[in-house]
């Protein structure tokens, strides 16, 4: 009496060949029988449809490759801009233009829709400032940026109303985006933009952290 075996199923079969990729040589007859899969058309042959494949993955390799590029590209200049803004700040001789020359470099060099600053306290020589704000630490307007003054981690995305109102006041509709960095103990800067993709949560922060980093320390030659 014989016993009964299993038969190997698709995946045993498919393991066994990964093991043994010679085996097509010692039986090339057996190549010219498979049947290779094909989106449109014929059956191919075994050697046509692995150089697609091949050439497929060369495809994907390519465009991983581009990508990579062009982000090395953008925050390569990102890094440029981010370091003419340090020395542009530490170039200024007093808190105005310390302030003045971050806001102009949002605007311009960042594309900025709208830049706002909520400082802690008065700064002397920006009375018309329309981007500035004085605002107390404790006032109670910023109660909805407590969490993140206490975190000092920068926020993007799409911001609540009540934050858009203290930031950006009668524009506040204008904006479905920002950029908001919290400077404890000195205030807030907010970039806004018009486009609701131009920040959002999970994009990189490097840079933005390391901008407020260079504004907090140039604002700290003032103090008194």
Request: glycine share 8%.
């Amino acid at each position: 009496m014989s016993e009964t075996q299993e038969k190997p199923g698709a995946h045993e079969v498919a393991a066994w060949l990964r093991r043994h990729p010679d085996f097509l040589k010692q039986f090339p007859d057996l190549a010219q029988s498979l049947v290779v899969p094909r989106e449109d058309g014929r059956t191919a042959s075994l050697a046509s449809y692995q150089l697609e494949v091949l050439r497929e993955k060369n495809r994907e390799l390519s465009r991983r490759l581009s990508d990579l590029s062009a982000n090395a590209q953008v925050n390569e200049r990102l890094a440029v801009r981010t370091h003419q803004l340090t020395l542009s700040l530490m170039r200024q001789g007093n808190r105005a233009g310390t302030l003045r020359a971050m806001a102009a470099s949002l605007a311009e060099d960042f594309a900025g829709d709208l830049v706002r600053i909520i400082a802690f306290t008065p700064v002397e020589g920006l009375d018309d400032a329309g981007w500035l704000r004085v605002i107390a630490a404790d006032a109670p307007q910023l109660e909805p940026f407590r969490d993140a003054l206490a975190s000092g981690e920068p926020l993007c995305g799409r911001l609540h109303g009540d934050k858009n109102a203290v930031l950006y006041g009668e524009e506040a509709t204008q904006v479905q985006s920002s950029a908001l960095l919290s400077l404890p103990g000195v205030g807030l800067v907010a970039v806004g933009s018009h486009d609701p993709n131009r920040f959002y949560p999970g994009m990189g922060t490097l840079f933005l952290r390391m901008m407020g980093e260079s504004l907090a320390t140039a604002l700290q030659r003032f103090e008194a």
